[in-house]
């Protein structure tokens, strides 16, 4: 008899290899980082949804390019 993870495990290891998933956490990774800065900049907390559009509008391109080209910037 062959005994296999309940289908939760399975889904929680697939995502932990998908290429995808790891992609989206880069991602989220860097809003947090411009979050923090912009922040600090102001002097409050300017929140995730503003840092979030922030960075989609000014930085979001130049990212995916610089890690698809092999140089993280």
Not at 3 to 19: A, I, M, R, T, V
Not at 38 to 43: A, L
Not at 45 to 71: C, M, N, P, Q, Y
């Amino acid at each position: 008899m062959t005994h296999s993870l309940p289908s939760s495990d399975k889904g929680f290891d697939f995502l932990q290899c998908s290429s995808l998933y790891l992609e989206f956490l880069a991602e989220k990774e860097e809003i947090l980082k411009h979050k923090w800065i912009e922040s600090e900049k102001v002097g409050h907390d300017i929140g995730f949804e503003a840092a979030l559009v922030d960075w989609i509008t000014k930085h979001r391109a130049s990212w995916r390019r610089s890690r698809t080209s092999g140089t993280h910037a």
